[in-house]
């Protein structure tokens, strides 16, 4: 499976984008699905992850009330809206997907997941 993420850019704080995934090579109606982001210095961080199974949403806390996340199988695709942008939201994200997560607390593990796509710049400016 190959992922692409798409949608990044340069905005100012308090602004709006919309990241997309879109997955290639194989169905991703069943995996569940995630979003990361790294900035310089700092590890990869969960973001939002969403169950290929019903539909739910996990968020960390830092972006909880101002990110979406949402899937659409059909067209193999995650995204994540963000709203209320900050500028400690610069980052590069990542979308990633995974067949192996049971419990609820594996979705923030980056080890969790099988397929990373290669990340979308993402800067805020204040």
């Known amino acids: 499976v190959e992922l692409e993420e798409s949608g990044g850019g340069l905005v100012q704080a308090g602004d709006s984008l919309r990241l997309s995934c879109a997955a290639s090579?194989?169905?991703?109606?069943?995996?569940?699905m995630a979003w990361f982001r790294q900035s310089p210095g700092r590890e990869r961080e969960f973001v939002a992850a969403?169950?290929?199974?019903?539909?739910?949403?996990y968020y960390a806390e830092s972006v909880k009330g101002r990110f979406t996340i949402s899937r659409d199988n059909a067209k193999s695709a995650v995204y994540l809206q963000m709203d209320r942008l900050k500028p400690e939201d610069t980052a590069v994200y990542y979308c990633a997907i995974s067949h192996r997560i049971v419990y609820s607390d594996q979705y923030q593990s980056r080890g969790s997941y099988d397929y990373w796509g290669q990340g979308t710049q993402v800067t805020v400016s204040s």
């Open positions: 090579g194989d169905s991703v109606a069943t995996y569940d």
């Open positions: 969403i169950a290929w199974r019903g539909g739910s949403t």
